[in-house]
């Protein structure tokens, strides 16, 4: 993806307005900007809290990005904003982004599901990939991926 897809311009402070975000643009008709449809990205992030709770186990990433990760993990929570275009190893990427396309309303209700879980039982301790996050920083991590992807998706705006 390149910096110049357009992209709407996204900060959220906690999850309950990721949730708000999502179910006002499935109220209306939207267009997604970028690789991956409306559903997919709604889906990819209720994957991401299923892994940061340890409901789901993610491929392991390789060495070189195991190392590197702890390391980056200060640039990737407070960089503002996250940029676009990190391509995943091909596991990790069969894993979080699928090959098919999801239900709008089905991807809503499963993000729903991995938000509550997020909530009531928060993240890991370590997480998967950054190592050690006390809550702010997972809460943060979280908000800032989830404000990386729906701005790609707008509202259609019919006059």
């Known amino acids: 993806m390149a910096d110049s897809v357009e992209r709407r311009e996204l900060t959220f ?9 999502a179910r006002r643009l499935a109220a209306g008709e939207v267009r997604a900007c970028g690789s991956h449809s409306f559903g997919q990205i709604l889906h990819h992030l209720a ?9 789901l186990i993610a491929p ?25 275009g990190i391509k995943l190893p091909a596991k990790g990427e069969a894993f979080f982004w699928p090959n ?15 938000v ?3 909530k009531t039982n ?3 301790e370590i ?12 809460d943060q991590l979280v908000c ?10 707008h509202p259609v705006v019919i006059s």
């Open 116 to 118: 509550e879980n997020y």
């Open 100 to 114: 098919k396309e999801f239900e709008v309303s089905e991807a809503i209700k499963y993000l729903e599901e991995s």
């Open 13 to 21: 402070s906690n999850v309950d307005e990721i949730v708000a975000d």
């Open 60 to 84: 392991s990433p390789p060495l070189f990005m195991r190392l590197l990760m702890p390391l980056m993990k200060r640039m990737v929570i407070n960089a503002k904003p996250l940029k676009p």
């Open 127 to 138: 997480h998967p990939f950054f190592g050690k996050l006390n809550q702010a920083e997972a």
């Open 47 to 55: 994957l991401s809290h299923d892994v940061a709770t340890g409901q």
């Open 122 to 124: 928060g993240p890991l």
């Open 144 to 153: 800032r991926h989830a404000a990386l992807h729906l701005s790609f998706v």
